[in-house]
């Protein structure tokens, strides 16, 4: 496996580097809102401590981030009356992973709604912050 490579875009985020529309943040995780959702509410969790994926990750980092990936999938299902919550994790190209930064998506999902493409265009920062708000709303 490949080392973690600190100037991928989520690190980079976590710096300042790149804009986000933050949802959530503690002193362990952040959470923001993905910038090509695949469903309205399509969010991101990740840990501040560098890992690549979960295939490297310290467990004391997931037994930090998960909880907070429950906790917003339940906020998303609720902000978006949804039928479902979809959390995805990948590790490694082969499974689908693209941003070599630990991460968890959870998209909200409604029954006979399918997701949209991940390689979209990336949706306008006004819909992504009222969509965050939604879910700060629950929170």
Known sequence: MTSY??????AKILRGEIPSVKLYEDDDTLAFMDVMPQAPGHLLVIPKAPSRNMLDADPAVLAKVIP??????VAA???FEADGVFVAQFNEPAAGQTVFHLHFHV?????????????????????????????KLVL
């Open 68 to 73: 907070v990936v429950q906790k917003l999938a």
């Open 107 to 135: 998209i909200p999902r409604h029954d006979g709604q399918p997701l949209k493409p991940h390689s979209g265009g990336m949706e306008d920062i006004e819909v992504l912050k009222a969509n965050a708000e939604k879910i």
């Open 77 to 79: 299902k609720e902000a």
């Open 5 to 10: 490579d600190s100037d991928n875009v989520f």
